[in-house]
């Protein structure tokens, strides 16, 4: 299983920028959930948000309203764009995905893209 992320870059503080992750190789298998997370520089990797299959997303309260998180189930692919980016949404995106089968979850990461927010 790999999971591709892309669609990281530099932008102002106001800017907007959409992530991708394509989930591959996942055979037989269903994605329950597909979810971003980010890592800031000396800090704690964070949950952003979650999608299910279903479409239903949470969401991290400090982007509600300026991040939006869709799925295409049939290219398991998973979207996040992120509006009115602020500095403090600089990190480097990593995407997971919960992958079933045979009733077994299974988590995998995508190799992460980086995110900058200038002032």
């Known amino acids: 299983v790999q999971l591709q992320a892309s669609g990281g870059g530099s932008v102002q503080a106001g800017g907007s920028l959409r992530l991708s992750c394509a989930a591959s190789?996942?055979?037989?298998?269903?994605?329950?959930?597909m979810s971003w997370y980010r890592q800031a520089p000396g800090k704690q990797r964070e949950f952003v948000t979650i999608?299910?299959?279903?479409?239903?997303?949470i969401y991290l309260d400090s982007v509600k309203g300026r991040f939006t998180a869709s799925r295409d189930n049939a290219k398991n692919t998973v979207y996040l764009q992120m509006n009115s980016l602020k500095p403090e949404d600089t990190a480097v995106y990593y995407c997971?995905?919960?992958?079933?089968?045979?009733?077994?979850?299974?988590?995998?990461w995508g190799q992460g893209t980086q995110v900058t927010v200038s002032s």
């Open positions: 999608t299910q299959s279903s479409g239903a997303t």
């Open positions: 190789g996942i055979g037989s298998s269903s994605v329950p959930a």
């Open positions: 997971n995905a919960e992958l079933r089968r045979l009733g077994a979850l299974t988590n995998y």
